[in-house]
């Protein structure tokens, strides 16, 4: 990683401290499903062969991405995977110190070509009303002109009902990826990962149970994890199936009431499947 130079303004700068960029994620690793990753390793792959073209038809390039979903859908996954396989340094931007909007166009251009530039939680960003800094000073700084070329411009929100829409306009975004709640698919990549599963006789009960409840990949990851020595593979997806017949219940008593609840629970004891039974941690 470059090392960036982060004493321009009074107050030392808005880009973090850089180290040695060392991260084990890569794209197939990730909790995502095939066909997300797939596109998402083609779009990269055609940016980078294509450097030299948009200066032939009078454009920069860079690319941008705005990258949503809830905590512990895989945001920050996804940019470390994106980092490693396209080798470029990642300058992540503090935005609650910089000061005003020439600050952030002089933090611009302390970055490096050939590197990312990612700001996470756009969503969370004030109105123009600001004295310290505004959107569109931050708009002008990454897509108008003089802005800085040969970078990856990552953005980051939980929610996009509450990103402005100015911030991830066309332009300025060349790709929307909304990072969702654990697949099937995404959970063989994780039960890989942790457990060296590719097949288990209790995966059929867990892809049908993703199906119907909502769980982040984050969670996911951490039930699986092994707790000791003396843990097992089939005791996780065991604890797993449980805490998702919990939780599908749970929001089926809150969301459409107990006669509901009750037929989800038949449902599912008609499979096998028992609520409430002990399982060890």
């Known amino acids: 990683m470059n090392n960036p130079s982060t004493d321009w303004g009074k107050d030392g700068g808005g880009l973090l401290p850089q180290r040695p960029f060392e991260h084990s994620a890569t794209f197939t690793t990730l909790a995502i499903d095939s066909t997300k990753r797939r596109e998402i390793e083609e779009d990269f792959l055609h940016f980078m062969e294509a450097k030299n073209y948009p200066f032939t038809i009078g454009k920069c ?16 996954s996804l940019v ?4 490693k396989w396209v080798k470029f340094d990642v300058f992540e931007v503090n935005l609650a110190i910089v000061k005003n909007n020439n600050d952030f166009r002089t933090l611009l251009f302390n970055t ?16 123009d009303d600001s004295e310290r800094f505004t959107k569109s000073g931050l708009v002008n700084a990454l897509d108008g002109l003089g802005s800085p070329e040969e970078r990856i411009i990552l953005l980051t929100a939980t929610h996009l ?10 332009g300025l975004i060349n790709k929307r990826v909304k990072m969702s709640f654990c697949t099937f ?17 209790l ?23 092994l707790k000791s020595s003396t843990d097992d593979p089939e005791r996780r997806l065991n604890k797993l199936i449980e805490i998702l017949m919990e939780a599908g219940r749970k929001a089926m008593k809150e969301s459409k009431g107990m006669k509901e609840s009750k037929g989800m629970e038949e449902r599912w004891k008609k499979k096998g499947w028992e609520i409430g039974r002990s399982w060890s941690t």
């Open 61 to 76: 390039w860079k690319r941008g991405y705005f990258i949503y979903g809830l905590p512990g859908t895989g945001k920050s």
């Open 80 to 83: 470390a995977c994106i980092a």
């Open 112 to 127: 490096t070509t050939n590197s990312i530039i990612l700001i996470e939680n756009i969503d969370c960003i004030g109105s």
């Open 161 to 170: 009902d509450r990103t402005d829409p100015c911030l991830i306009r066309t």
């Open 185 to 201: 698919q995404g959970f063989q990549v994780l039960a890989y990962n942790y457990l060296s599963l590719n097949d288990h006789p």
């Open 203 to 225: 995966f059929r009960s867990i892809r049908e149970l993703l199906s119907e409840v909502p769980i982040v990949p984050a969670d996911v990851a951490e039930i699986l994890m």
